[in-house]
């Protein structure tokens, strides 16, 4: 079976700053050329939690996109990968952290953890309900997407 490499968007879009995974996803989608799209697969997870199993065991890559709440100014965008990832499972990373924390755990107990995570994350402005971004995180969620692009380029040329 070939393992994918997956980009995974979370959040949830209808509590502000929360859905910045999601629409770094789709500033991803807009840069994306056509060659990428054919090595990834581009999820929308949402805050589905426990039914992200599937893609995270799945996958050889997985960059995670999301609100990340680090303690920085809002728009910080963090990254971290593979180990560094597990050293924050102490923390709360996002809102909706838990659920996805669990799904990590338990692929790595089921030895189906990817080769590579790597988690590109922001710190929000405001949650709550409320459609579409602050301010403060329409540039930088632009960003996330560009060093998404970044690290999906890196990871097209492995074999």
Do not use: C
Not at 46 to 74: K, R
Not at 75 to 84: L, P
């Amino acid at each position: 079976m070939t393992r994918r490499k997956v980009i995974l968007g979370l959040g949830n879009i209808l509590n502000g700053d929360e859905g910045a995974g999601l629409y770094a996803l789709k500033e991803l989608e807009k840069l994306l050329p056509e060659e990428l799209k054919k090595k990834f697969e581009l999820v929308d997870g949402g805050v589905l939690g426990l039914d992200l199993l599937p893609y995270v065991e799945g996958a050889s890559h997985l960059l995670i996109l999301d609100a990340a709440d680090t303690g920085a100014a809002p728009g910080t965008v963090v990254e971290y990968k593979d180990e560094e990832i597990n050293l924050f499972y102490h923390q709360r990373l996002s809102w909706h952290q838990l659920g996805f924390q669990e799904v990590l755990a338990v692929a790595k107990i089921r030895h189906s953890y990817p080769d590579s995570v790597y988690l590109i994350g922001i710190q929000p402005e405001k949650i709550g309900p409320g459609v579409g971004l602050s301010q403060k995180l329409k540039k930088p969620v632009k960003h996330m997407a560009r060093r998404a692009l970044d690290i999906m380029e890196d990871w097209s040329l492995l074999v």
